[in-house]
């Protein structure tokens, strides 16, 4: 999705500096773009450009390459791919997609002309092949449930979770680092965009939360930075399920009194969740996409 709702007012200021189509950087503007080592790790990076981001682990065997995050910005990938061989020239091995959606996974061309396999969910694939969007790679294999890679020494497991933000979302976990790569289904202390909510799927999301709290990871690398700049965290997941879990009970209460679409999108809110990033102007988009599943079966 598109983020610049969705993320806490600090890392709105960062986006909005991103905003220009010339980039020029002024003094106290983060960079263009920047690839981290994740701490307390040998091989795990980030990759940011602008303000998407993904993960890549490097391996003796090849390099495990993840969301090409290149939509409306071609150089991005291939930034993304000289930002590597600055650190392996072991060979792409593969590239996967976290879902769907083109500005995570526009631009993986650079990748496949590279050897990298590409793999995303089976529904991913599918829609991809309908789409044929510009710059997006169709994958070469899909995942239904589950799917363990090893490469040079690392395990990598694609977990499906079930529908939420998208209905083709893997995670990505690493268990030797206890560390998860999940895009855009779960904010860090923020309210869902429009964009965020638009192609999404009401209390299966919160199930799908569920099945990826179960996963023992400890830190989360979000498809686009958290406040700050920092990973997630298990409470900023339950936090999130716990404001959708109330969000779809009062809307389902709304919509059993007759107010959806309205008056509900302007009567229901949930003060208890008013500090989170966004509230104010994501609020009605998430009590209209919850009022479409409760009130009109969508
Ligand atoms: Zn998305």
Not at 66 to 91: F, H, M, N
Not at 228 to 235: D, E, Y
Request: charge should be positive.
């Amino acid at each position: 999705m598109q983020s610049k709702n969705l993320i806490s007012l600090p890392a709105a200021l960062f986006t909005l500096a991103f905003a220009g189509a010339a980039w020029a950087q002024a003094p106290g503007q983060p960079p263009l773009f920047a690839t981290t080592k994740v701490v307390g790790t040998d091989n795990v990076y980030i990759f940011r450009y602008q303000n998407h981001q993904a993960m890549f682990v490097v391996t003796p065997a090849g390099v495990i390459v993840t969301d090409p995050i290149s939509y409306g910005r071609p150089q991005a990938a291939k930034t993304y791919l000289d930002e590597i061989r600055k650190i392996t020239q072991a060979p792409i091995k593969y590239l996967i997609y976290s879902h769907h959606h083109y500005d995570h996974i526009a631009g993986g061309k650079v990748f496949k002309d590279a050897g990298a396999t590409v793999i995303a969910h089976r529904r991913a694939k599918e829609r991809l092949a309908q789409l044929k969007g510009l710059d997006v790679v169709v994958p070469d294999q899909a995942v239904d449930s589950k799917k363990t890679i090893k490469l040079g020494g690392t395990t990598l497991e694609l977990i499906y979770t079930g529908r939420n933000h998208s209905d083709s979302s893997l995670v990505m976990f690493l268990p030797k680092n206890k560390l998860l790569f999940a895009v855009d289904f779960n904010q860090l202390g923020s309210v869902p965009s429009r964009l965020g909510v638009n192609d999404s799927y009401p209390v299966e999301w919160e199930a799908s939360l569920k099945r990826t709290l179960a996963i023992g990871w400890e830190r989360q690398i979000p498809g686009h930075p958290g406040p700050g700049g920092r990973l997630g965290t298990r409470k900023d997941m339950e936090d999130q399920l716990a404001f959708m879990t109330d969000l779809s009970a009062e809307v389902k209460k709304a919509s059993d009194a007759g107010k959806c679409f309205d008056p509900a999108t302007k009567e229901v809110r949930l003060p208890k969740y008013g500090t989170l990033a966004n509230y104010e102007q994501n609020i009605e988009w998430n009590i209209h996409r919850w009022c479409g599943y409760w009130g009109r079966g969508i």
